[in-house]
């Protein structure tokens, strides 16, 4: 358990009262932690079993979702993609005026839209844990699933800004997380890579299996390469669905730059190429090393808490684009405080 | 522990002397596992740092190969795979007339015809135990690395089925190993699929990421999915390449099956269509499934020890081609026992 199991990591946020609307595995995952954080939570599902659920867990559960987000501090929003676009206008509706929302789904540009033809903008801040599993529900819910990990949130500027902040604040505090600060755009640009492209090699590679000569004698020799590369595969596939709809032209132009990649490594083997072969994986193994092994350099910067905060949100996007991430942030004395912590320059 | 674990277990294989030539991480892996199980051991490598640490672990380690394998009942190939074909008569030329050979090479043909050319077919088993990291070398070797690995035995008719028998009893008994009965070809076409293929998707998702619009943010938001879908492409490289470059025919067409799966994804992504979409992933997910859930019925057969064997080795070769392996062998009064666990059906 890191400093953020403590309650005493929460103080400041230790009053908030929070709602996880939607409590699947991230959903559940996240009311879990919140709950044993110290922080008040009720909870909603459209399942009245996976209400039933939550009851047993001790988290109060009404049977609608406007009695569940009433007077609530914060709004989680988690389920099913295609449905939080619709959800989001129903809970800031039923949540209050100054309620500060967020959603959990796996793209960003669809939800900002809804958020902007709503007048959301100001409290709604769009969010993506990146962190799951092949399991799903409240039952596989675990309160450590997104115990420091890399959380999305898309800062606006104006009166967007603050709840960014504050949101900011309680993730670092309640999760341990390391909040990457992008656009809507430029997060399903790359999530698409990081995480939507994968779950097509993994149905590629598995689906591909039975169609051989002896898949049962394949399925026998599946050494590591073969299970790691097929997990995600064994998703509910209605999620995997969902998710790659919901990111497709993004999805489409990352697996092009993936297929040329394929493709190039195809035609260095078919020609008995070993110099070429060889560089495309000394290329393709670099950039997997820093993965395990990326060094950052801490950054601080302070901006006043007033003003329109177009500086702010310039410098926190590029944090994130630069594959930066933000370790504090502190509101105090009229200015706010960052640490961003920046990998070093990715050398080709 | 399992049992394989225990002295007690090996008893029959206590005496066999034996030598690991090539003590990389497989090498390695099988040299500390059989001192570890009471074998009488020696090893060669041909870096002398690596001989050094074997002597450093108190195996003995002589300066020629041919000092090391001289007089030993068994010896373990392996080394870089473009290697094997040229030791390998070498090694049986010094190990004397009746000493058992077996390699641990990734691709099985090419050794195969090697063996055919030098007549060492009566007592060569061509091996591939399925197991692996992206760490190399002696220093990375642990004696836990191949146990309960599936490993591929090829076997022979004739003088060559007794040798075969008798590495399987081992190979069991030291490793508690799944011996898969495949001929180097079945070995190589399932292969193909089961970890070469995945090498590639691997290199091609891993190194298509430098060469889009923000790789460092690609590289901060990378979930599960792409970690695992990348992790082989941090193996050496040369060891890649060699491994695909000895399977070339059989890779690139498995290669074809898993892009024509994705481009099949790709094509009902592209045109929206969700129903099409989902049933790929149903079927991908079925057999991904099969990997963690496969249900096995033992089948014992019983074969005469002497003839020609045919019948046996037609056995052999059905158990292994339909995903079974053996879990038992026993020579014993003119007779020879083998339990073969085989997987139910595995449907459209």
Request: with cysteine; charged share 20%; proline share 6%.
């Amino acid at each position: 358990m890191t400093d953020a199991g403590t309650t005493a990591a929460v103080a400041g946020y230790g009053g908030v009262r929070a709602a996880v609307v939607g409590t699947g595995l991230i959903g559940g995952s996240i009311l879990l932690r919140l709950r044993e954080a110290g922080l008040d939570v009720t909870a909603w599902d459209p399942d009245p079993a996976t209400r039933d659920q939550a009851r047993g867990r001790g988290v109060p559960a009404p049977e609608t979702v406007e009695a569940a987000v009433a007077g609530r501090d914060l709004i989680f929003l988690g389920g099913p993609l295609p449905t939080l676009p619709a959800f989001l206008p129903r809970i800031a509706g039923a949540g209050g005026p100054d309620c500060v929302l967020t959603d959990v789904g796996s793209t960003k540009a669809e939800v900002a839209e809804a958020a902007a033809r709503h007048g959301l903008l100001d409290r709604f801040v769009p969010g993506h844990p990146m962190a799951g599993a092949e399991s799903a529900g409240l039952a596989a819910a675990v309160p450590t699933l997104l115990e420091g990990a890399a959380w999305v949130l898309c800062p606006g500027p104006g009166a967007a800004t603050a709840p960014f902040r504050w949101l900011t604040g309680l993730l670092l505090a309640v999760f341990g997380a390391r909040v990457v600060p992008l656009t809507a755009d430029e997060h399903d640009r790359a999530a698409a890579l990081a995480s939507h492209v994968p779950h097509l090699l993994a149905g590629a590679l598995a689906g591909a299996t039975q169609r051989t000569a002896a898949p049962d004698a394949v399925l026998t020799l599946a050494a590591g390469s073969y299970r790691d590369g097929t997990r995600v595969a064994a998703t509910p596939a209605v999620r995997t669905v969902n998710m790659l709809l919901g990111n497709r032209e993004q999805v489409l132009r990352e697996l092009g730059g993936v297929q040329a990649y394929l493709e190039d490594l195809a035609q260095a083997l078919r020609s008995g190429d070993t110099e070429r072969l060889t560089a495309l994986y000394d290329e393709a193994g670099a950039t997997r090393a820093l993965l395990t092994n990326r060094a950052y350099t801490d950054r601080v910067r302070e901006f006043r808490a007033d003003g329109d905060h177009t500086r702010e949100v310039g410098w926190l996007r590029e944090v994130g684009a630069a594959g930066g991430y933000l370790a504090d942030c502190q509101v105090r004395g009229g200015g706010v405080r960052y640490v961003a912590r920046l990998p070093h320059l990715v050398g080709p």
